[in-house]
């Protein structure tokens, strides 16, 4: 079975609520998802599964938020060669830097070497409607297919 890893960092719960949806849909799909919060993970671990999905808010001028600030530091040095990887994340749209995290997230993701397979997928705020709510599901939909394509 496909094991996959699925982190997330969330201060009210908006990109938890996507988090929720994705590991939904991929478990449809008969994959093992592992989802904890990405403060304090051991990035090590990483590379004992077959994909990785990782989900932020964005603090400050588009930045990521403090508490996942070393663990993007440390990811970089993780050997992720052509690990399956996606990135999701909430933001607001009155920010110039909407959901710059995602975009954070994929330059250091694509430099541990990992394999974007989807599209980063943003949302404002929480999955309101269910257009937003769909957004999530074929993400990892997405996921899914590449994460199979490839074993
Ligand atoms: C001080 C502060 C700074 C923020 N900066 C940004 C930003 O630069 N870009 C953005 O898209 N959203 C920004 N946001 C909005 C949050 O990312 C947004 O509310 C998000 O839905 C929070 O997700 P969470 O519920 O998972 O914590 C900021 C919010 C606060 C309070």
Not at 87 to 116: H, M, N, Q, W
Request: aromatic share 10%.
């Amino acid at each position: 079975m496909m094991r996959i890893c699925l982190l997330y960092a969330s201060m009210s719960g908006n990109t938890e609520d996507m988090a929720i949806i994705i590991k939904k849909e991929l478990e449809k799909e008969e994959i093992e998802v592992v989802m904890e919060e990405m403060d304090g993970y051991e990035v090590e671990k990483l590379t004992e599964f077959n994909g990785l999905i990782l989900g932020s808010y964005t603090w400050g001028d588009g930045d990521l938020p403090y508490e996942v600030e070393e663990f993007e530091e440390e990811l970089v040095n993780v050997n992720l060669t052509r690990i399956p990887a996606a990135v999701f994340g909430s933001g607001d749209r009155i920010y110039p830097s909407y959901c710059e995290a995602v975009a954070i997230f994929e330059e250091t993701l694509k430099k541990a070497g990992a394999v974007l397979v989807c599209n980063g997928l943003k949302n404002e705020f929480e999955p309101k409607n269910e257009a937003e709510k769909e957004a999530c599901r074929h993400f990892a939909q997405q996921f899914s297919i590449a994460l199979k394509e490839r074993v």
